[in-house]
Each structure stands twice: as C-alpha cells, then as structure tokens.
C-alpha cells in the first residue's frame, strides 16, 4: 500500500512539473543540438550502441534527465558538463527537438526474443520479477505521465549497460527517485542472460505489435 501512495504522488509531481514546464522551440533545439550530435546523433539517432538514441522520446523525460544531470542527482562525467550551462529553455528546447524526430527501427537478435518476450511480458512470479510492459507498455512506448520512458528501439548494448548498473545499485543513490527504486528491485533479480534478452528483446519490439 506504501509503494502505491508514493507512486501516485510521485505521478501528480511529475503531472505539475508537466503544467509548469516550458514550451519548447524544436527549431532552437536543433541549434543547440549540434553539441549532442557527437555522441546522440543530428537527428537523435546514435551510431555507438552505447549511447542512447534520443529521437522520439517523450519530451517530459528528456527534460527530466537534464535537470538530473544538471543538479548531479544524476551522476555521468559526461553529461554533467554538457547539461550545465542548460537553461530551463534550452532543455525544453532541445527535448522539443529529439522528441520530434523518427528513431530508427532496429532488430532483435533471433535466438533471444523467446526469452526476452518472456520476462517482458510476464515477468517471473516466482522470483519477484514482474512484468516490464506492466510499466512500460505492451509495445515499450513507455507513460510521460509517470515518468517511464519508450523503451522500444533502443539500442541494447544501451540498455544492457543501465539495467546492469540498476542491478548493481549504481543508479539508486538518490531515495527520493522512486521509479528508480522500483527499477533496482526488478533487476536485482534479473540473471545477465536474462538482461541481455530483454535488451535485445526491445531493440527490435514495434509499435504494432
């Protein structure tokens, strides 16, 4: 009954932030985004698979992880510095921007998509590992309302790398990002085959299906 109240405050939090959350320029955004281009790619599409793409992603969350990397609640030596100088506009400029653009479709690797679908989307009872679609949605598009990001697509060497670091409590340090909380106590139980299944799983998870 705790973890629900907190998540549903933690929800109407980010539905405010949301209210008060400036309009973003898309065009602005893509003149700022000639810094992001190195590693996210011109149009959000990175070419290094350890790098996220960008393109596509809910604005709410992009905006999110900025002002995390800006306030250093969210450690990476490599977007602190970049997300320093942001401005509350600049960061909803340049969510604007990526959040416009097409990700690019990509592909699961054969031999690992009947265990990826598996723990996507039944999780395993039996040893507390629920469901990730329960989260993020059937076809990994994840819920701006709750802060959850579209998962579908995404590169997996990426989100090998963050479920990885969930699972080695390397992304929790702050008590107060309950999505964050719940993350480390699903892939705490998580085996690495069965992390590199559901990454794979999602890299090539469509909308349509």
């Known amino acids: 009954m705790q973890r629900i109240t907190i998540k549903l405050w933690v929800s109407v939090c980010l539905l405010w932030s949301m209210s008060v959350m400036a309009d973003g320029d898309a065009e602005n955004g893509k003149n700022l985004s000639a810094t992001c281009a190195a590693c996210h790619g011109t149009d959000g599409n990175s070419v290094n698979p350890i790098w996220p793409s960008l393109a596509g ?6 905006v999110r992880q900025l002002q995390l990397y800006k306030s ?7 977007m602190a510095p970049m997300a320093a100088g942001l401005s509350e506009q600049d960061m909803a400029d340049l969510a604007a921007y990526f959040s416009s653009q097409e990700l690019a479709l990509k592909a699961a690797n054969p031999d690992q998509v009947e265990l990826g679908k598996k723990i996507y989307q039944a999780g ?3 040893r507390n590992i629920p469901a990730c679609m329960a989260c993020h949605g059937p076809t990994g598009q994840g819920n701006p309302l709750s802060g959850y990001p579209i998962l579908a697509n995404q590169h997996a060497a990426y989100t090998v790398l963050q479920l990885k670091a969930y699972k080695a409590g390397q992304k929790t340090a702050n008590p107060d990002d309950v999505n964050g909380q719940v993350m480390a106590g699903v892939a705490q139980y998580m085996t690495d085959e ?3 299944a559901v ?3 999602l890299q090539g998870l469509q909308a349509a299906e």
Do not use: F, T
């Open 199 to 201: 990454a794979s799983y």
């Open 72 to 78: 250093g609640e969210r450690d990476n030596a490599m």
């Open 57 to 62: 992603q809910h604005a709410e969350y992009l």
């Open 194 to 196: 069965e992390i590199e």
């Open 124 to 126: 395993d009872k039996d």
